[in-house]
């Protein structure tokens, strides 16, 4: 299993980007899979998370500003944010996990996923 991560950058308050997380080794469908994030000295925390159900969870931070979607021919996750803020300012991170959660808690849990990816900075200033 690889994922990959990409479309970090530097962006002003209010402003948007675009992140992929581009996977392979595993069938994309059938797997959760979502995106995680970590600042210097917080544990890594939830930003949304899809089952295979394409059931969507968003930390209430992010709700309303940030869409997790997949595309299953390109095989890819994207998390597209809008009106960034500096406390958005992080590593985000692709996990994947064979397991379905059904929108039980464990969904949000760093710990449930198994696969990671390097991460993607992404600051707000």
């Known amino acids: 299993v690889q994922l990959v991560e990409s479309g970090g950058g530097s962006v002003q308050p209010g402003g948007s980007l675009t992140l992929s997380c581009t996977t392979s080794?595993?069938?994309?469908?059938?797997?959760?899979i979502g995106w995680f994030r970590q600042s210097p000295g917080k544990e890594r925390e939830e930003v949304a998370v899809?089952?295979?159900?394409?059931?969507?969870l968003y930390a209430p931070s992010v709700k309303g500003r940030f869409n997790i979607a997949r595309d299953y021919d390109k095989k890819t996750l994207y998390l597209q944010m809008n009106k960034l803020k500096p406390e958005d300012t992080a590593v985000y991170h692709c996990?994947?996990?064979?397991?379905?959660?059904?929108?039980?808690?464990?969904?949000?849990?760093?710990?449930?996923?198994?696969?990671w990816g390097q991460g993607t900075q992404v600051t707000v200033s």
């Open positions: 996990a994947a996990d064979e397991r379905q959660y059904a929108g039980h808690w464990a969904a949000r849990q760093a710990g449930s996923y198994k696969y």
């Open positions: 080794g595993f069938t994309f469908g059938t797997y959760s």
């Open positions: 899809t089952d295979a159900e394409n059931l969507k």
